[in-house]
């Protein structure tokens, strides 16, 4: 099926660091989602955002809504350990006959080191 | 306000068996979604519910089926399976679709294991 490019797949990094991960797609998409995964359960929400340009944050969270609507790139200040795990990007469609469908990305795993 | 429950959280079936799985969305959701994830084709898309009805499917063979009662609660159910359809299964509930009202709360999934 349709899956967004979302990059980078993994990311290594210090606790104290800056995080960016983003995700591209060839369809404009209506609204752009942000979910974090731990292992064993469910993806939970981090930040929607529904405007063409729209920056939006969330704590230590920010993203963004690319102009285009074909991006959306998400930022994670001062990482700490309980950042950990796997971040996915999601489109909804244009109009109402896409309903709540969603496209995901990849996924990027990131680990933090204490 | 209570989450999206979903039951069980873990099967074991062997191959030609089928599985219903279960799903509360949060209360006064009226739509519903399922999606499927596994490690090499990540979360895929299946099917929707909206009051009873099924409003969007995904691209997944017909032994995939679900259904949504007048509570808003839903089942699916794959017959006849197939190894490959070991899979974490998630259900999300949302409001029904308006601009500006997309955001989907998922479950803590049902983990099937097909042998």
């Known amino acids: 099926g349709q899956q967004l490019n979302q990059s980078p797949q993994s990311m290594f990094i210090q606790e104290g660091e800056d995080v960016s991960m983003n995700c591209t797609s060839s369809?404009?998409?209506?609204?752009w989602l942000w979910y974090k995964q731990d292992p064993g359960e469910g993806p939970v929400l981090l930040i929607a955002?529904?405007?063409?340009?729209e920056l939006t944050s969330n704590g230590r969270l920010t993203a963004q809504f690319g102009i285009t609507r074909k991006d959306s790139f998400l930022n994670i200040s001062a990482s700490i350990p309980s950042d950990v795990g796997i971040y996915f990007c999601?489109?909804?469609?244009?109009?109402?006959?896409?309903?709540?469908?969603?496209?995901f990305g990849e996924g990027t795993q990131l680990t933090v080191n204490p | 306000k209570a989450g999206v429950t979903q039951t069980p959280r873990y099967l074991i079936k062997t191959r030609g068996q089928q599985v219903t799985l279960s799903c509360s969305p949060i209360?006064?959701?009226?739509?519903v979604s399922w999606y499927q994830q596994t490690p090499g084709q990540g979360l895929q898309f299946l099917f929707e519910y909206f009051s009873e009805t099924q409003r969007n499917k995904g691209n997944f063979p017909g032994r995939f089926s679900g259904r949504q009662f007048s509570n808003s609660r839903s089942e699916m159910n794959v017959s006849t399976l197939e190894l490959g359809d070991s899979a974490l299964y998630l259900c999300?509930?949302?409001?029904?679709?308006?601009?500006?009202?997309?955001?989907?709360?998922f479950g803590e999934g049902s983990r099937l294991t097909v042998l």
């Open positions: 369809s404009i998409f209506n609204t």
């Open positions: 999300a509930s949302s409001l029904p679709w308006t601009p500006g009202t997309g955001e989907l709360f």
């Open positions: 209360s006064g959701h009226r739509s």
């Open positions: 999601a489109g909804q469609g244009v109009g109402e006959t896409s309903g709540s469908r969603l496209t």
């Open positions: 955002l529904y405007k063409a340009g």
